[in-house]
């Protein structure tokens, strides 16, 4: 279903949903204070949820899965993960009963398993800035200030190109995108052990103010799609006896699981990681209206990455594929010139690198921001689950 097909609805069809198992809590249990006050967060959550899906649903065509477009989604994340967590601070009676408890010690788990696919997306951003350093050098040699263009120019633009080509070959890969992301460190040594060890590494970095990246990077055997079924493993629409238990806590717990499996499975579509896979179960009903928006973006992701010229892309992200597009012309022009140039020959060659250049302003005004949106949410998901721990932690300490 196209994603206009959610914008017409009226602001009080998107949230009949959320207030109809509200009502169910109603209908069992008597009114407090904390619930009244409750009730009109979960609305005012859902909505939120609401708004900021169906914004990013209704983009075009060619800025779906684009460098800004992935910003935004980093964005309408944070501004979630903030909203629950101030839900969960204002009602700590009800988060440290069961099975509140329970469900929001769940969600903490399945927002650790995040923070490895930030770490791999880390290293996907530092891949596309290798490609984007190459592509520099085809954009010096063929469309500098020189005022001609030489075999020497084109000879270093050719194999530029061809290191190119090599370095998103391998990409596709998933072996060697493993080999990739480790000998891309920005550390100098690997890390042993488990997940453990390598999330007690991340943080021990991070206290320690060596953020510059985010962390190490995963492990060679890390595989991005056993990471998200991970994330969306045993991930089910509550049920009312859950909800009317939880005192509505239950919904929101989900909504947030829901936006953390979907926002980093984008990150996996769109960026080079290894082991790469995007066939996940998203069990999320559609008469959601919150669900509605997110699912129709699911849905067009996986038709994008269905096309034939994508289907074997080391990432969706747009401006990878326009990577791929300039070396491909680049390459086919650099193979058909005839020395000395025509001034018709050497004008073509200079428009081609005026492309190249536009293509190389924007990575780099897009990547950097981008790489400290994804240490923005490493961060968050960290203090949040800190927060939310020490919370549980003191009430098991008190029972």
Not at 37 to 59: A, G, I, K
């Amino acid at each position: 279903m196209p994603a206009t097909d959610y914008q017409g609805s009226s602001p009080s069809s998107l949230s009949h949903f959320g207030r109809s198992f509200l009502n169910i809590h109603r209908d069992h249990q008597v009114h407090s204070m904390e619930g009244s006050s409750l009730e009109v967060e979960l609305e005012s959550f859902q909505q939120h949820v609401t708004d900021q899906f169906l914004e990013l649903s209704s983009v075009s065509h060619e800025e779906l899965v684009s460098l800004s477009w992935v910003g935004k989604l980093l964005d309408s994340f944070l501004c979630c993960q903030e909203e629950f967590r101030a839900i969960l601070h204002t009602h700590k009676v009800l988060v440290l009963r069961p099975p509140s408890d329970r469900m929001v010690s769940e969600y903490f788990e399945r927002s650790v398993k995040a923070l490895d696919v930030c770490n791999a997306i880390r290293d996907g951003i530092e891949q596309i800035r290798q490609w984007q350093k190459l592509l520099e050098i085809v954009r010096c040699a063929m469309g500098g200030n020189q005022r001609s263009i030489g075999e020497g120019q084109f000879r270093r633009a050719k194999k530029a190109l061809i290191d190119l080509a090599i370095g998103m070959l391998d990409d596709k890969d998933s072996s060697n995108a493993s080999i990739n992301a480790h000998r891309n460190r920005s550390f100098g040594r690997n890390t042993g052990g488990g997940r453990d060890h390598h999330h007690n590494n991340n943080l021990h970095n991070r206290s320690l103010g060596h953020f510059r990246s985010l962390s190490w990077s995963v492990s060679r055997t890390w595989s991005a799609a056993r990471q998200l079924q991970a994330i969306g493993n045993n991930m089910h629409p509550p049920k009312a006896n859950e909800l009317v238990a939880s005192g509505g806590l239950a919904m929101p717990v989900f909504i947030m699981n829901s936006v953390l499996l979907f926002v980093m499975w984008c990150l996996v579509a769109a960026i080079p990681c290894q082991d790469r896979g995007l066939q996940v179960h998203f069990n999320i009903p559609r008469n959601f209206l919150w669900a509605a928006p997110m699912l129709s973006l699911h849905d067009r992701i996986m038709e994008e990455s269905k096309k034939r010229d994508r289907k074997n892309a080391c990432g969706l992200l747009r401006e990878i594929h326009q990577i791929e597009k300039c070396a491909r012309v680049m390459n086919e022009l650099a193979d058909s010139v005839q020395f000395p140039l025509t001034e018709e020959k050497e004008a073509d060659v200079r428009h081609r690198a005026q492309e190249v250049a536009q293509l190389c302003d924007a990575l780099k005004d897009g990547l950097d921001p981008l790489e400290r949106q994804v240490r923005e949410v490493f961060h968050r998901i960290v203090r949040s689950r800190t927060e939310g721990l020490d919370s549980l932690g003191k009430q098991n300490l008190a029972d």
